[in-house]
Nanobody
């Protein structure tokens, strides 16, 4: 199993950029599909992006063209590069490791985008 730990959140102005990192301790990182989710106050947690163990990526429509997910298996880390941030991107961002129906979640990192 793996244990994701997110970092890189913070306060940024609208139009700015942030890069989130998710470092996963444990073994077998490369075989996990990795996802980012986010949750705004009062809202349900929503999918943001995925990168599979094979490197295939997919994004929520709301972030396509602005966010990029990537992974470095040598560092057991997945990244989320967020550009052209909007106030509606504000929320807690969570990293999820998934394999064979088992999910491991991080504790989240707060992203706040001011207008």
């Amino acid at each position: 199993q793996v244990h994701p730990v997110e970092s890189g959140g913070g306060l940024v102005q609208s139009g700015g950029s942030l890069r989130l990192s998710c470092a996963a301790s444990g073994s077998g990182f490369s075989i996990y599909n990795m996802r980012w989710y986010r949750q705004a106050p009062g809202n349900q947690r929503e999918f943001v992006a995925i990168i599979t163990s094979g490197g295939i990526t997919n994004y929520a429509e709301s972030v396509k063209g602005r966010f990029t997910i990537s992974r470095d298996n040598a560092k057991n880390t997945v990244y989320l590069q967020m550009n052209m941030l909007k106030p509606e991107d504000t929320g807690v961002y969570y990293c999820q490791a998934n394999r064979a129906g088992t999910n491991f979640w991080g504790q989240g990192t707060q992203v706040t985008v001011s207008s």
